[in-house]
């Protein structure tokens, strides 16, 4: 059974400051995984894809990285803004059985003007 | 492009009573989701629909929710007799073909009293 886990639970940092969320799951048999970011009272928006087949994606200040053989996947944010205070929630795509996506938890993140 | 569609947004009932949330994925796409997310959770997959057939229903509580998705476009999701336990909002989402990137509405906010 797929598990997914985050650390933080939450995390406050001053504006500006280099972060890295962290995401580990249990079954490395996986389709893709996917970051999300949910502001409250809001649904999720996708931030980053990353296939099986793939290490790492980037889309501008983010950077999410892949190690499927250790069950890791890891989301950089560079030079962090206010408006980067959200949840941060990772999902993991089965790669068999009607490709179940299930999700972390989540990091609640907090950028200190 | 529009996006996932769903209503109503906010809804409070009293326990016993029934409630049905309503769906529209995005043109196109073959797969539609139904997630529950409790306060400070991340989301837990109800039920997946590809096209109008059922690929994973294996979290739905099926004495009290039922979901279908008539011609495999909307989609419609009910509780009957709601509990306390079912305060959540339920996230309708989904994904097409390529990316396999997953889009979500803002969610249905509910309050089971």
């Known amino acids: 059974k797929q598990e997914v886990t985050q650390i933080p639970a939450a995390l406050s940092v001053p504006e500006g400051e280099n972060l890295v969320l962290n995401c580990s799951f249990t079954d490395s048999a996986i389709y893709n995984l996917q970051w999300f970011r949910q502001d409250p009272g809001k649904g999720l928006t996708s931030l980053l894809l990353i296939q099986s087949s793939q290490r790492e994606q980037t889309s501008g200040r983010l950077n999410a990285s892949l190690d499927k053989s250790s069950g890791r996947s890891t989301l950089y944010i560079a030079a962090s803004q206010p408006g980067d205070s959200a949840t941060y929630l990772c999902a993991v795509r089965r790669g068999t059985g009607g490709f179940k996506t299930i999700f972390g938890a989540g990091t609640r993140l907090f950028v200190k003007a | 492009e529009a996006g996932v569609a769903q209503s109503p947004r906010y809804k409070i009932i009293e326990k016993r009573q029934s409630v049905a949330f309503w769906c529209n994925p995005i043109?196109?796409?073959?797969?539609l989701y139904w997630y529950q997310q409790i306060l400070g959770q991340g989301p837990k997959l109800l039920i997946q629909f590809q096209n109008n057939g059922v690929v994973d229903d294996s979290q739905l509580p099926k004495d009290r929710f039922s979901a279908e998705r008539l011609k495999g476009v909307d989609s419609t999701l009910k509780i009957q007799p709601a509990k306390l336990e079912d305060s959540a909002v339920y996230l309708c989402a989904s994904s097409g073909r390529g990316t396999n990137t997953i889009y979500f509405g803002e969610g249905s906010w509910l309050t089971v009293v």
């Open positions: 043109s196109g796409h073959a797969t």
